[in-house]
């Protein structure tokens, strides 16, 4: 029989999938309680949020908020679930840098982009993606770039302008003086 505190983990459980832009699922066994410490930190500093949870509750919450069985396939054994709202692609970032820094101690296991499963060997691939900031500044930069042209080629004339009018002054002058 289902406790009441299983059964409120299972609705924010089940809250939070439906909510998350993306999920990051991970084994972090062998990790040290310092380096889950630092890891967490490290999530939060960045505006993630970072848990673990247990494998049957959350298999629950993910059938509960209807998302694919291959997901709720994931959770086996304790697992620790990288969550971002906002940019989708800095979970997978984050995630993934910590793979590399903590190598054969945290496993990504796959996860969630946007709704879409992503498995354990494509996880790097999202990571590679811009970040909402990156392709922002990238879209301000080629909006930016036919303004910038124009200002370029406008000053160059208005230069060529400016020697056409001081050699056309040179001449009246030169010729005020032969008059």
């Not at 620790?80 to 945290?106: M, N, Q, W």
């Not at 406008?154 to 032969?178: F, H, M, P, T």
């Amino acid at each position: 029989m289902p406790t009441q505190a299983k059964i409120e983990e299972v609705a924010r459980l089940k809250d939070v999938f439906q909510k998350a832009a993306s999920l990051v699922l991970a084994d972090y066994r062998g990790l040290t309680a310092n380096e889950m410490v630092a890891l967490r930190e490290r999530f939060t500093k960045q505006g993630l949020e970072y848990r673990i949870v247990k494998d049957t509750l959350a298999r629950i919450a993910a059938h509960d908020a209807g998302l694919d069985e291959g997901f709720a396939d994931l959770f086996a054994g304790p697992v620790g679930i990288a969550v971002g709202y906002d940019d989708p692609v800095l979970t997978f970032k984050l995630s993934e840098d910590c793979r590399k820094e903590y190598t054969h101690r945290y496993q990504l296991k796959g996860g969630l982009f946007e709704g879409t499963l992503v498995q354990e060997d494509e996880v790097k691939r999202y990571a590679t993606l811009l970040s909402r900031e990156e392709l922002l500044a990238k879209l301000a930069m080629l909006l930016q770039s036919p303004m910038r042209a124009l200002a370029v080629m406008l000053s160059g004339k208005i230069r060529e302008l400016a020697i056409l009018l001081g050699e056309v002054k040179k001449q009246r002058e030169q010729q005020d003086k032969e008059e």
